[in-house]
C-alpha cells in the first residue's frame, strides 16, 4: 500500500473513532419535522395519540396493529393511564417501550413531538445499518416499515425544587425512537445526541423522577380473576448517571445509539441487546462476562411482583441438592421434584392471633391460646413439618459486593438459592447460582449465607431445640461480617417467608459490603467452629469469631478470621408452656464444614453437618439418634432408647423397616380419598387433591364443588339489542354485554337504522346500485357486462354471474325503484366470476359451501350467526413445477423435520439415520413450518404454518397440499394426530388456547383456553385416551396431560423446567420425555407413577423431539441439526446436519406401520354424531364450536 493510500485509510479510521468516542448529535438522528412527511402531536403536558398502523409491531410474542404516542416519552401498547401510576415507576402497569419516560412538556409551543409511518428506501438502509451493526453475528435484516417518533426540545413539566438549586427551567431534551419490523419479528432502535441530552429528572406534585428507559410487556393474567407483573427490561435505574450514560455509551458500536431486539413471533424469548459495546469490559472487575451493569433482564416473581435478573449470561438451572455419602467433599445436583408434606398450610380456625397449621392444634394455656404441632409432625405450631422428613429451602439472592481493593462492586440480582437437609442427622447443603468468579472465590469463607438453614434443622439433643421448632418459617435474620486484620464489613440480610407453590421454604438474601480478595482457583478450609445463641422474647442473637484458611498452589498458606455477629427476630407466641422450657442459651457445633466454588459453572457451595445442644458441653450422649451415626433412611426418624439402643421409623408417608423407606401411594391405595369431582396426585410422603376442570374447592378447601358460571344474556336472549338481523349481541362477563349494529347499519346497538349506500355511489358508473337492509347490491346496465363494480362492454358471462343476474332480475317496484324480491337468494361472485367457496341466504340466516359448479357441499349448512370452514377452490401447488430436490417418501420408517419452508426426511435403518439417502420430501417456499405430525393410517403429514397462518396437510407420494385451517389462528405450533379416533389437536401460542377437529379440519372445538401462556409441544396417546402438552411459559413452565375431550387436566410437571420445547411419548414403555431448552437436559418419567429421572444433560437448544421406541431424536437451534440419543444409556448417538445450515423446528417418526392398538372411537367413530374423543374408560361424545344440532354423550362405547 503506498503511503498516499495509507495515509487515508489511517484518517478515515481516526475519523471514525471520533464521531463513535464523541457520540451523535441531533443532525445525526434520522429525518424528522414537517418536511419529513411527519404528523405532530398537541402541545401538551400529557397528550396522548392512538396510531393505527400500516403494518403491525411485534413486541414480545405479541403483534399489535395500534400504538399510542405520549409526550411523556413514550410509546404505549394499550391505553396509558393516568402519569400519576407510571411517572417515577418501571415497569408500569401496562406495556411500554419506553425511550425517556418522565413528565414533559410542551406546551410552550417550543418542545414537539414529531412521528410518522415510514416504507422509503433511504430511511430504512439507515434503520437497517443501525440493527446489523448492532448484531454483527446474526443474520442481516432488512426492515419493511418503520415508525419514527422523535422528541424535540422537550422540557420538564415542573421547575425542579430539590433543594440543589438546579432548575430545568431552560434546559431541553431531544431524542428519538424508531420501531422497525420485518415480517414478525421488530427492533427498537434509540438515538441520544449529546447536544440533546440537558437534564435527567422531571418534577411532578413536588416530588423528583428520574427519567427512565426501557421495555415493559405490562400486567399478564394470572391464575383466573388476578393479573400480576410480566417481564420487562430497564436500560437505566434509578439513577441520574445512568440517563447521562444514555449519550455517552452503546450498545451499537455507535454512542448515543442503542439496538433492541423487542419481539419476535413464534420463538420470542427476552429482550436482546445490541452486542457492540464502546469498550471491552474488565473482567476483573464485573466478570467473566460483558454485562453492563445497569441494563437487567426482568422476570416476575409470584411472591413479590418482580425481580432482577443481569441481562447476561444466563443463571445456571441449580436444582435441590443431594448428599453423597461415600465423598463429603462432593455435593451433587440432582434433578428431582421437591418433598411435599404440605408444609406450613394452616386449618381455618383462628387461635388467638395465630393460624394454626393443618399439622397443628389450638391449645389453651392459662395466659392465652398457641398453636402446638401435633405428634408426628414439630415446628412451631404455626407451621409444622413431618417428623424424619429431609426440608429444602429455596430463594433469591441479590448482592453489591466489593472484592478487595477494586473501586466498582459486582453486581447480581435475583440469582438461585437451594438448599436440602437431612433432618435426621443435621447434615445441610447448599448451591448458589450464576455467582461471577469475580466474586465466587472470596465468597468462599462467609458460609453463614447457607448456614441459617443448618441452625433451623439441626440434630437436637435432648432437652434443646433447633431454630424451627422455636420461629418456624417466617423470621428475619441479619449478620453483620468484620474481617481481621483489613477491618471489611460485610452484612447478610436474609427474609424467611414460609412457602410458595411449591412447598419449599422460602428466603430473600441480600450481600453488601466489602470482602477480602481470595486468589482464582484458591481453595478455603473452615475448621469446625461452635456458636452460643441466646434466647429471649422473639430476638435470638449470637456472636462469635471464625477462623479460616487459604491455600492456593506454589503461595504459602494464609490464615485469616472474621468476626461474626447475628440476629434474629420474629413472632412467637407468648403464653406457650414450652417457650419457657427453651433454654436461655444453647450451641450450635458445626463440623465437616465444606466450602467450594465451581468456576465452570458459576456454583457457590456449602456443605456442613449441624447439632444444638448444651453450652457447658455437657455429658457427651453416645446414643446415635443425637451423633447422626444412625444408619437410617434419609425419609426416617430415629427413635432414642436406652442407652445406645435406637430404632429407626419411616417417617409418615412413607413404608419400611426405617433402613429403607419407599413412599406410600395413597391415591393407588384409597382411590376415593379425594372425594367426588377431584383427583389424586401422588406426591413423596404426601398426596394432593385437585378439582377436575369445571370444579372448585369449597370453602373447607376439601370439598369439590361446580363452578358457577355467570348467565350469559346474549345466549339466553334477555339482553335489549335489535334484532339479530341488524345487531349483535357481545357478552363481556359477569352480566354485560355490548351491543353494536351489524355492517351495513348505523345506530347504538339497541335502535339500527339502515344505511343507504346507493346515496354514496358505490357501484360502477354503468351500473345501477340497489340499496337492501344492511347491505347493497350493483348491476351493470344492459348491454355491459361484469359485476356491478366494474362493468364492461367485453366479455362472456361465467355461470356464476349468469346464475346471479337472474336471480337479481327477479324484482319489485317500490318508491325507490326496482328492488330484488325480499327473500331472494343471489350468489356471491368472485373477481374473476367463479362461485366464492362459501354462499349466505341473508334472509334466513344460513351459509353453506359449494364446489367449483355451486352446487352445495353436503353437512356445510350452518344457521345465523355461525359460518362454515369452506375448502378453497384453487389451493396452492405443493411442487409447481417438478424439481430434482423434492422426492416422494420411499417406503419403510423415516424421521421427518420442518426446516423454514421444507418438509425433509432421512430413511432410518432400524433405529439408525441412513444420512447419505435424506431428502426434502416437500418444499413450499414463503412458509414458515412449525409444527408436524403424521398420519400413519392416510400416510399423510400435516404441519402447521405461522406465516399464513394456516394448518395443512398432503401426501408424501406426491400431489397438492390441502388448506384444512385458515380462519381464527394465532400462531398454531404444535400438531399431533389420533390416528384411531381420526382427530388432529394443536396448540395456538398466541391465543392461549389448544383445540381439535377431525382431520379434514371441519368440526372445530376448543378443548383449553384456560392458564396458558406458551404452549407448544402436543402429544397424542390414542390408546388410553390422553392428551399431553408443554407451557414454556418463562414465568411458570410446566407439563400437562389432561383426557382427550380436555377433562380431568392435570400438571405433571411444574418444578425445575426452564424452556420444555420437544415432548415425546413412547406408548410401548409408558415414557414421556422432553427436551429443556433452559435448562439444558432431557428427562424421562412414567405420567401415571411419576418417576422422575434425568436423561442427559448438556445439551444446547433443543426445539422438536420425537421417538422410534429406542432412540430420542431431537432439532437443535444451536447446532441446526437433528440430534440422536439413546433412551436406554442417556448417550448422544449420532447427529445429522442439512445441507442448508438454518433453524429446525419439528420433528415426528413416519413409522412404516401403525402402531398396534384401539379405543372406543375406533369403529363406527364410537357412536357419535360428530366429534369422537377417547378416554381412558371410555370416550366422550363432543360437538364442534359451531354446532346448529349436535347431542353430546359420555361413556362407553
Known amino acids: 500500500m503506498d503511503m498516499d493510500r495509507q495515509g487515508w485509510s489511517v484518517w478515515i479510521l481516526l475519523l471514525g473513532l471520533s464521531v463513535s468516542v464523541n457520540g451523535i448529535t441531533r443532525p445525526d438522528l434520522l429525518s424528522f419535522g414537517i418536511e419529513a412527511g411527519d404528523q405532530q402531536l398537541s402541545d401538551a403536558n400529557d397528550d396522548t395519540r392512538q396510531i393505527s398502523l400500516d403494518k403491525p409491531v411485534t413486541f414480545y410474542n405479541k403483534q399489535f396493529d395500534k400504538i399510542y404516542i405520549n409526550t411523556n416519552g413514550f410509546v404505549a401498547l394499550k391505553t396509558p393511564t393516568g402519569e400519576s401510576e407510571y411517572l417515577g415507576n418501571m415497569p408500569p402497569r401496562f406495556g411500554m417501550i419506553a425511550a425517556l419516560q418522565g413528565d414533559l412538556d410542551t406546551s410552550d409551543g417550543v418542545g414537539k413531538v414529531f412521528f410518522r ?24 435484516i432488512n426492515p419493511s416499515h418503520a415508525l419514527v417518533i422523535t422528541w424535540v426540545d422537550v422540557s420538564a413539566h415542573q421547575t425542579e425544587t430539590r433543594g440543589d438549586g438546579l432548575e430545568h427551567a431552560e434546559k431541553r431534551n431531544t431524542f428519538q425512537l424508531v420501531i422497525a419490523s420485518v415480517e414478525k419479528m421488530s427492533y427498537a432502535i434509540l438515538l441520544y445526541p449529546r447536544d440533546g441530552m440537558q437534564f435527567q429528572s422531571t418534577g411532578s406534585t413536588g416530588n423528583s423522577y428520574t427519567m427512565h428507559a426501557g421495555f415493559s410487556k405490562g400486567e399478564e393474567p394470572y391464575l383466573i380473576f388476578s393479573t400480576k407483573q410480566g417481564p420487562y427490561y430497564r436500560i437505566t435505574d434509578d439513577t441520574e448517571a445512568s440517563v447521562r450514560k444514555l449519550a ?44 453492563h451493569n445497569h441494563q437487567y433482564q426482568v422476570y416476575p416473581d409470584e411472591q413479590h411482583g418482580v425481580y432482577l435478573r443481569p441481562e447476561h449470561p444466563p443463571p445456571v438451572q441449580v436444582e435441590t441438592i443431594q448428599f453423597t455419602p461415600e465423598d463429603p467433599q462432593v455435593v451433587e445436583i440432582e434433578n428431582d421434584d421437591g418433598i411435599h408434606v404440605d408444609v406450613f398450610t394452616y386449618n381455618l380456625g383462628e387461635c388467638g392471633r395465630q393460624k394454626c397449621s393443618k399439622f397443628g392444634e389450638c391449645r389453651n394455656y392459662p395466659s392465652g391460646q398457641c398453636c402446638q404441632c401435633k405428634p408426628g409432625f414439630y415446628g412451631n405450631g404455626v407451621q409444622c413439618v413431618s417428623e424424619g422428613v429431609p426440608q429444602r429451602m429455596n430463594g433469591k439472592v441479590s448482592g453489591r459486593i466489593f472484592v478487595g481493593d477494586s473501586p466498582v462492586p459486582v453486581e447480581f440480582a435475583n440469582n438461585d438459592l437451594h438448599s436440602y437437609v437431612v433432618v435426621n442427622d443435621g447434615r445441610a447443603y447448599v448451591a448458589i447460582s450464576a455467582i461471577p468468579s469475580s466474586v465466587g472465590f472470596s465468597l468462599q469463607p462467609v458460609s453463614s449465607v447457607g448456614g441459617v438453614i443448618g441452625w433451623a434443622f439441626a440434630l437436637q439433643q435432648p432437652g434443646f431445640k433447633n431454630g424451627f421448632n422455636i420461629v418456624g418459617g417466617i423470621f428475619k435474620r441479619q449478620v453483620d461480617v468484620t474481617f481481621q486484620p483489613g ?19 422460602m428466603v430473600d438474601t441480600k450481600l453488601e459490603g466489602k470482602i477480602p480478595e481470595v486468589p482464582q482457583g484458591a481453595q478455603v478450609q473452615l475448621d469446625p467452629y461452635t456458636e452460643i445463641y441466646q434466647y429471649s422474647s422473639n430476638l435470638i442473637t449470637s456472636s462469635s469469631t471464625r477462623e479460616y484458611v487459604v491455600s492456593l498452589q506454589e503461595r504459602p498458606i494464609q490464615t485469616k478470621s472474621y468476626q461474626f455477629r447475628e440476629t434474629i427476630t420474629f413472632q412467637g407466641c407468648q403464653h406457650h408452656e414450652s417457650s419457657q422450657d427453651v433454654p436461655s442459651t444453647q450451641m450450635l457445633s458445626v463440623d465437616q464444614v465444606f466450602v467450594m466454588y465451581d468456576v465452570k459453572d458459576e456454583l457457590l457451595r456449602y456443605a456442613m453437618s449441624n447439632k444444638i445442644g448444651d453450652i457447658n458441653g455437657g455429658q457427651t450422649e453416645e446414643n446415635p439418634c443425637f451423633t447422626g451415626r444412625h444408619g437410617c433412611d434419609t425419609n426416617a426418624i430415629c ?28 391415591c393407588r391405595e384409597s382411590p376415593q380419598i379425594c372425594g367426588p369431582h377431584a383427583i389424586c396426585n401422588n406426591q413423596p410422603g404426601t398426596f394432593r387433591c385437585e378439582c377436575q376442570d369445571g370444579f372448585q374447592f369449597a370453602s373447607d378447601g376439601r370439598t369439590c364443588v361446580e363452578v358457577s358460571r355467570p348467565v350469559d344474556p346474549c345466549q339466553i336472549g334477555t339482553h335489549d339489542c335489535d334484532v339479530p338481523e341488524r345487531a349483535r349481541c357481545s357478552y363481556t362477563g359477569g352480566s354485560t354485554y355490548i351491543c353494536s349494529c351489524l355492517q351495513g347499519f348505523v345506530g347504538d346497538g339497541r335502535t339500527c337504522q339502515d344505511i343507504d349506500e346507493c346515496q354514496s355511489s358505490q357501484c360502477h358508473e354503468d351500473a345501477i346500485c340497489y340499496n337492501t337492509p344492511g347491505s347493497f347490491t350493483c348491476q351493470c346496465k344492459p348491454g355491459f357486462y361484469g359485476d356491478g363494480y366494474h362493468c364492461s362492454t367485453d366479455g362472456e358471462k361465467t355461470q356464476c354471474e349468469i346464475d346471479r343476474e337472474r336471480a337479481q332480475g327477479a324484482t319489485e317496484y317500490g318508491p325507490r325503484g326496482p328492488r330484488p324480491v325480499p327473500g331472494q337468494f343471489i350468489p356471491t361472485c368472485d373477481a374473476q366470476g367463479d362461485y366464492d367457496p362459501m354462499q349466505c341466504h341473508e334472509s334466513i340466516g344460513q351459509c353453506w359451501c359449494v364446489d367449483r359448479n355451486g352446487r352445495e357441499i353436503s353437512g356445510t349448512r350452518t344457521g345465523p350467526g355461525t359460518f362454515p370452514e369452506c375448502p378453497d377452490h384453487t389451493p396452492d401447488p405443493i411442487r409447481p413445477t417438478p424439481r430434482p430436490d423434492v422426492n416422494p417418501l420411499p417406503p419403510g420408517s423415516h424421521i421427518l423435520f420442518t426446516q423454514s419452508g421444507k418438509v425433509e426426511y432421512i430413511p432410518l435403518d432400524g433405529h439408525d439415520l441412513k444420512k447419505t439417502e435424506a431428502k426434502t420430501a416437500l418444499h413450499l417456499p414463503e412458509k414458515v413450518l412449525i409444527g408436524i405430525a403424521y398420519d400413519c393410517l392416510e400416510k399423510m403429514v400435516y404441519w402447521t404454518d405461522i406465516s399464513t397462518p394456516a394448518i395443512s396437510k398432503a401426501s408424501l407420494q406426491g400431489g397438492e397440499p390441502i388448506h384444512l385451517i385458515k380462519s381464527d389462528l394465532g400462531s398454531p405450533e404444535g400438531i399431533a394426530i389420533d390416528h384411531l379416533g381420526r382427530n388432529m389437536f394443536w396448540t395456538d401460542s398466541m391465543k392461549d388456547r389448544i383445540e381439535v377437529s377431525l382431520l379434514d379440519g371441519t368440526q372445530r372445538r376448543i378443548l383449553i383456553d384456560t392458564d396458558l401462556v406458551n404452549p407448544r409441544a402436543i402429544l397424542t396417546d390414542p390408546v388410553n385416551g390422553y392428551i399431553y402438552w408443554a407451557d414454556w411459559n418463562r414465568d411458570s413452565p410446566k407439563i400437562e396431560m389432561a383426557y382427550m375431550d380436555g377433562t380431568n387436566r392435570r400438571v405433571l410437571v411444574k418444578d425445575n423446567l426452564g424452556l420444555p420445547n420437544g415432548l415425546t411419548y413412547d406408548p410401548q414403555s409408558s415414557q414421556l420425555c422432553w427436551a429443556d431448552a433452559g435448562t439444558h437436559k432431557v428427562e424421562c418419567m412414567n405420567p401415571n407413577h411419576g418417576n422422575r429421572r434425568q436423561l442427559m444433560e448438556g445439551i444446547q437448544y433443543p426445539f422438536g423431539m420425537t421417538t422410534d421406541g429406542r432412540n430420542l431424536f431431537y432439532t437443535d437451534w444451536k447446532r441446526d441439526g437433528v440430534i440422536v440419543v439413546d433412551r436406554f444409556a442417556g448417550t448422544e448417538l449420532d447427529e445429522f446436519q442439512p445441507q442448508k445450515r438454518t433453524r429446525l423446528y419439528g420433528i415426528t417418526t413416519a413409522h412404516a406401520q401403525c402402531p398396534s392398538g384401539q379405543n372406543y372411537c375406533s369403529v363406527n367413530n364410537g357412536g357419535c354424531t360428530h366429534l369422537c374423543l377417547s378416554t381412558p374408560a371410555g370416550r366422550s361424545c363432543k360437538c364442534p364450536d359451531n354446532a346448529v344440532v349436535c347431542v353430546e354423550r359420555e361413556g362407553g362405547y
Open 487 to 505: 477491618g471489611e464489613r460485610f452484612t447478610i440480610s436474609q427474609e424467611f417467608k414460609g412457602i410458595d407453590i411449591h412447598d419449599h421454604l
Open 639 to 666: 427413635r432414642p432408647g436406652q442407652g445406645a439402643e435406637f430404632v429407626c421409623e419411616c417417617a409418615t408417608g412413607f413404608n419400611g423397616d426405617g433402613r429403607a423407606c419407599y413412599d406410600v401411594d395413597e
Open 117 to 140: 409511518q415510514d416504507t422509503g428506501s433511504a430511511l430504512l438502509r439507515d434503520v437497517a445499518d443501525h440493527i446489523n451493526r448492532a448484531f454483527p453475528e446474526h443474520d442481516e
Open 248 to 291: 455517552e455509551q452503546t450498545n451499537s458500536g455507535k454512542h448515543g445509539v442503542w439496538v433492541y431486539k423487542i419481539g419476535a413471533i413464534p420463538d420470542f424469548t427476552d429482550i436482546v441487546a445490541g452486542e457492540v459495546p464502546d469498550q471491552p469490559v474488565d473482567s476483573h472487575h464485573y466478570g467473566s462476562t460483558t454485562r
